[in-house]
């Protein structure tokens, strides 16, 4: 039988990986370990239902693998319950939202803008932003949240559901004020951690246990595992709502999904306990100093961040004083070059959400390569190199009608741009030096 083209296909991406430095701070590798789970019989099996109580026969072993995941990250976040089914972030949302919530009452979350995520009430397009009251709350001047607002809007509109969670945010979620304002207003506290979740492990992030009624995580960014999500009931949320276990067990299954992927199911159990390890924290630890160090070289460039600075994973390169609109030129040219970034919106953008002015960038995974301080010095040089050299070059035309004609053709023209070429030498040079997944944050056999 021919080779599938399929398989060709996997060996460039690949190889794509192995040769560029991956910034995009919601991206991970996994290790070994959970990609062999992944790619295991689990698959096979339909397992509608829950432990102890599914609708198909011949899921003895299916059960115990459900049970030590949940298990594992009980003793993790010290929870008393876990629900790993969800199939990923955004469902898992839907699913906590659907648990709490009837149609139309009032929900609060970070507006897209400032940082925050679609599932948590952006309006109009999304299932959140419709089918609820959305009231959104942003960030200051400084970039960062705006408790004192966000105070006044939860005292006015009552909201029945407070999220704290981020997605292009670059401080810590301070959870405690979160959980004052909700308790003062009696709604329930939903943190979604998914993309710090490796840091708070690692203790260098607030957790927010003591804090929220239900914590939801993505279990493929900083938590290195595969595509999926957990949800998390805590003590405090137990103590407010007691049903609060079987409302979102309901909501997840059979409300919302079918048949979990157990394989999934397996490669988060083998993620979790990778987490326990002194070597996760260390490797969490090793996240934030890169990230420090980026966001300080890049400043010393002259690169402005939104907020300047960070406090996590993650940090914005705000172009508005020197090239707004040209955040997707920028991130375009990058990858020409062999850094793969995203554009993004900054707070009180000038350009659009189309050709917004920044561009985020984050460590996990450059960190579960093994790159380190120095790596991130040079990476600091490049994308400051390959920005100007973007602005001067390929210059974002103010007259709309010329500007996707113009995008377009600088998009071809970037191919054969030969400092452009350069750089990605150079970026492969160094790049194929680090393995996808660095030896040392790999399971010992003691550990297994
Ligand atoms: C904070 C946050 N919540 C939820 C999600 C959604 O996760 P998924 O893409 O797995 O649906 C994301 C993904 O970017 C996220 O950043």
Redesign the pocket.
């Known amino acids: 039988m021919a080779k599938d083209k399929i398989f060709n296909l996997i060996n460039k991406e690949e190889r794509r990986q192995k040769n560029k430095i991956g910034l995009i701070p919601?991206e991970n590798n996994i290790s070994p370990e959970v990609a062999k789970a992944l790619g295991s019989v689990l698959t096979n099996k339909y397992a509608e239902g829950y432990p102890g109580a599914r609708y198909y026969e011949g899921n003895q072993v299916i059960d115990e693998i459900e049970i030590e995941a949940q298990d594992r990250l009980k003793k993790l976040f010290d929870v008393p319950f876990v629900n790993v089914q969800p199939y990923?972030?955004?469902?898992a949302?839907s699913a906590i939202e659907f648990a709490l919530l009837e149609n139309g009452d009032t929900i609060m979350g970070l507006e897209l803008a400032s940082g925050g995520?679609l599932?948590h009430g952006h309006p109009r397009v999304t299932f959140s932003g419709r089918f609820f009251h959305s009231v959104q709350y942003g960030v200051g001047e400084d970039g960062r949240i705006n408790f004192t607002r966000l105070r006044q809007l939860a005292r006015q509109y009552k909201p029945k559901l407070i999220i704290a969670?981020?997605?292009a945010y670059p401080f810590e979620l301070d959870f405690a004020q979160f959980a004052q304002i909700a308790d003062e207003v009696g709604a329930y506290l939903l943190a979604?951690i998914?993309?710090v979740t490796g840091l708070i492990v690692a203790g260098v992030h607030p957790s927010p246990i003591p804090y929220a009624h239900v914590v939801m995580s993505?279990t493929?960014k900083t938590f290195r595992g595969p595509?999926g999500?957990f949800i998390l009931v805590t003590d405090k949320g137990l103590e407010k709502d007691p049903k609060l276990p079987s409302k979102i067990r309901k909501a997840v299954f059979p409300a919302l999904q079918g048949g979990p992927h157990n394989a999934t199911t397996a490669a988060i159990a083998i993620a979790a306990s990778e987490a326990m390890t002194p070597a996760y924290k260390k490797y969490g630890r090793q996240i934030k100093k890169n990230a420090a160090v980026l966001a300080e070289s890049l400043q010393k460039q002259g690169l402005k961040l939104v907020g300047d600075g960070t406090q996590t994973h993650l940090m914005l390169v705000d172009y508005t004083p020197i090239a707004p609109g040209m955040g997707g030129l920028i991130a375009r040219a990058l990858d020409t070059a062999g850094i793969y970034a995203n554009k993004n919106t900054v707070p009180g953008e000038q350009g659009s959400p189309v050709y917004p002015s920044g561009l985020r960038l984050g460590t996990p995974l450059v960190t579960t390569r093994g790159m380190g301080e120095r790596e991130m010095k040079q990476i600091a040089l490049w994308i400051k190199q390959v920005s100007e050299h973007t602005i001067e070059k390929y210059p974002l035309p103010t007259d709309l009608e010329q500007r996707k004609y113009f995008v377009e053709r600088y998009y071809k023209e970037m191919l054969d741009d030969e400092f452009l070429r350069q750089t990605e030498k150079d970026v492969k040079a160094l790049a194929k030096t680090f393995p996808l997944f660095a030896p040392q944050w790999r399971l010992q056999e003691s550990e297994t």
């Open positions: 919601s990923s972030g955004s469902p949302n995520h599932t969670g981020n997605t979604d998914s993309h993505t493929h595509r999500a």
